[in-house]
């Protein structure tokens, strides 16, 4: 019984652990689509 118990903790605990990495994965998804915003270029101009 003690070592179902200490997988389930462990399963338990690999879930939240995917959760996590699931909403960072939306979180840049989100950041991506985002327009970007024209900015000047700095550096050298090639002519």
């Known amino acids: 019984r003690l070592e179902v118990e200490k997988i389930k903790k462990k399963l338990d605990n690999q879930d939240k652990n995917m959760e996590?990495?699931?909403?960072?994965?939306?979180?840049?998804?989100?950041?991506k689509q985002e327009p970007k915003v024209d900015r000047k270029h700095i550096g050298f101009k090639e002519f």
Do not use: A, G, R
């Open 20 to 31: 996590i990495v699931f909403q960072y994965l939306d979180e840049l998804l989100e950041k």
